[in-house]
């Protein structure tokens, strides 16, 4: 009758004024009845009116125990009972539910078999969705050490490379012809952008096991400190950058300047050819902040406005734009790890709107 491949067990807190030998031989064809009257470890419990204040509190005490992982609990409601189950709508309560259906007496077997079928079915979906979530948190643990790991371990040999290349070209530039030469700056100049892709993936494997505490965070502080960093490549491609007073929101402050930086830079070093002009926005939507940064540069196409934010993809040449690919996949990553979503909206030519949001600091936690 279940989905799980044991027997599920049932522990029956019906007193012998609810005919509790009546309904344990009713459920022991089914299932593995448990007939202890001290709340133990089950799958479900089957409580009656009679009985449901005494156990009250060691069963609120599993059920709280037991979430997220769902712990049914099914009460018998009689007629002739003076103390009657009142309880409000399940829509109206918060998680972890106490009790998760009301059955009426005198028992109708089939409904009753029905009922906790669908609840023991459900109990055991969520033992598989919890055992999943742990094996991918795991997995995704043991990634992030990879990347670590090999990000690392790749420095030192790459940084070698790299200075005797350098060292081969002031000892013997003058020695070399212009095609070896040509051969050598190649070759360094692959050094450094392989550098500057391990370092990104360093820095994307830190953003969730070496980030900072959410505290609450001034975002016209963030958006200050990042215009100072940048003002050199601010000054350089003449950029005009305005914004609305920005709120105060829940997040780790280095990794917002990060967020900021990543997209105010890409906004001016995308301008074409034009004096890049790029407009920073906020607007209030429920419990989050909606943070857009608008520029009015190349563009990029519908088609590709999913794929940006994956790690090393790249829609132009090292020729044409310098880069890692690895930028707005940082930024996808440090909006997730703040509980919002970043999304972009665009058309070749016509500029880009890098939306994402963040919780308010009045935003009820979870």
Same mark, same amino acid.
């Given at each position: 009758?279940?989905?799980?491949?044991?027997?599920?067990?049932? !522990?029956?807190?019906?007193?012998?004024?609810?005919?509790?030998?009546?309904?344990?031989?009713?459920?022991?064809?089914?299932?593995?009845?448990?007939?202890?009257?001290?709340?133990?470890?089950?799958?479900?419990?089957?409580?009656?009116?009679?009985?449901?204040?005494?156990?009250?509190?060691?069963?609120?005490?599993?059920?709280?125990?037991?979430?997220?992982?769902?712990?049914?609990?099914?009460?018998?409601?009689?007629?002739?009972?003076?103390?009657?189950?009142?309880?409000?709508?399940?829509?109206?309560?918060?998680?972890?539910?106490?009790?998760?259906?009301?059955?009426?007496?005198? @028992?109708?077997?089939?409904?009753?078999?029905?009922?906790?079928?669908?609840?023991?079915?459900?109990?055991?979906?969520?033992?598989?969705?919890?055992?999943?979530?742990?094996?991918?948190?795991?997995?995704?643990?043991?990634?992030?050490?990879?990347?670590?790991?090999?990000?690392?371990?790749?420095?030192?040999?790459?940084?070698?490379?790299?200075?005797?290349?350098?060292?081969?070209?002031?000892?013997?530039?003058?020695?070399?012809?212009?095609?070896?030469?040509?051969?050598?700056?190649?070759?360094?100049?692959?050094?450094?952008?392989?550098?500057?892709?391990?370092?990104?993936?360093?820095?994307?494997?830190? @953003?969730?096991?070496?980030?900072?505490?959410?505290?609450?965070?001034?975002?016209?502080?963030?958006?200050?400190?990042? !215009?100072?960093?940048?003002?050199?490549?601010?000054?350089?491609?003449?950029?005009? @950058?305005?914004?609305?007073?920005?709120?105060?929101?829940?997040?780790?402050?280095? !990794?917002?300047?990060?967020?900021?930086?990543?997209?105010?830079?890409n906004a001016i070093e995308y301008s074409g050819d034009e004096q890049p002009e790029v407009a920073v926005e906020a607007?209030?939507?429920?419990?989050?902040?909606?943070?857009?940064?608008?520029?009015?540069?190349?563009?990029?196409?519908?088609?590709?406005?999913?794929?940006?934010?994956?790690?090393? !993809?790249?829609?132009?040449?090292?020729?044409?734009?310098?880069?890692?690919?690895?930028?707005?996949?940082?930024?996808?990553?440090?909006?997730?790890?703040?509980?919002?979503?970043?999304?972009?909206?665009?058309?070749? /030519?016509?500029?880009?709107?890098?939306?994402?949001?963040?919780?308010?600091?009045?935003?009820?936690? /979870?």
């Open positions: 009758m279940n989905s799980s491949d044991r027997q599920q067990t049932i !522990q029956l807190l019906v007193g012998e004024d609810g005919n509790r030998a009546a309904v344990r031989e009713l459920l022991s064809e089914h299932y593995d009845v448990i007939t202890d009257q001290s709340v133990t470890e089950a799958d479900c419990y089957l409580v009656d009116d009679y009985t449901f204040p005494e156990h009250h509190s060691d069963l609120l005490e599993r059920v709280e125990d037991a979430y997220p992982v769902f712990c049914p609990v099914v009460a018998i409601r009689r007629e002739d009972s003076s103390l009657r189950l009142t309880l409000p709508d399940p829509g109206d309560r918060e998680p972890p539910l106490l009790v998760n259906e009301t059955v009426d007496a005198p @028992i109708d077997p089939p409904v009753l078999f029905r009922r906790l079928d669908t609840l023991l079915t459900r109990r055991q979906q969520s033992l598989e969705l919890r055992h999943y979530i742990t094996r991918l948190k795991e997995s995704n643990k043991s990634l992030e050490q990879f990347a670590y790991a090999a990000s690392h371990d790749l420095q030192e040999p790459l940084r070698m490379i790299s200075s005797y290349l350098q060292l081969i070209e002031q000892r013997y530039g003058n020695e070399l012809d212009e095609e070896v030469d040509e051969f050598l700056d190649f070759a360094i100049d692959g050094a450094n952008r392989m550098r500057g892709m391990i370092d990104g993936l360093l820095e994307y494997s830190r @953003i969730d096991t070496e980030g900072g505490q959410l505290t609450e965070t001034e975002l016209n502080d963030v958006l200050e400190d990042v !215009q100072a960093d940048l003002q050199m490549k601010i000054d350089e491609h003449d950029a005009a @950058i305005t914004s609305d007073s920005l709120p105060r929101i829940e997040g780790d402050p280095d !990794q917002l300047r990060q967020l900021f930086q990543n997209l105010l830079s607007e209030r939507s429920g419990t989050e902040w909606q943070i857009s940064v608008t520029d009015d540069g190349i563009g990029i196409d519908p088609d590709d406005q999913e794929r940006i934010f994956e790690v090393f !993809q790249r829609l132009h040449s090292h020729d044409e734009y310098a880069g890692t690919g690895i930028g707005l996949a940082l930024c996808k990553r440090i909006v997730k790890r703040h509980g919002g979503r970043i999304w972009v909206d665009s058309e070749p /030519g016509e500029g880009s709107t890098f939306t994402f949001t963040l919780p308010a600091v009045d935003a009820p936690r /979870g």
